[in-house]
């Protein structure tokens, strides 16, 4: 047997599989917290909405949304740089 903690709620619990997110209880229930399932959603909600103003700011500026995503990533690190000086 294994000892696992629940990726849910945290709760230890052991199972002979080798691999195991869920104590037995939230397998039985089935259910993900309302908070989650709510993140999920919303989740999901901004990605659709940013895919959109993505491509159509992508394809007026005449790059691919791949290409815009990177330049956008690269921007990010250039302005949130580590400062790794020690003073
Ligand atoms: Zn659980």
Redesign the pocket.
Known sequence: MLTFS?Q??G?E?ETASNQAK??P??RKKQEIPPKIACQRKLQQIILCMYREKLKSYAESHGLSVNKLFLTALQEYRTNHKEDNSNG
């Open positions: 629940c849910l709620y709760n619990f869920y104590c209880d939230c």
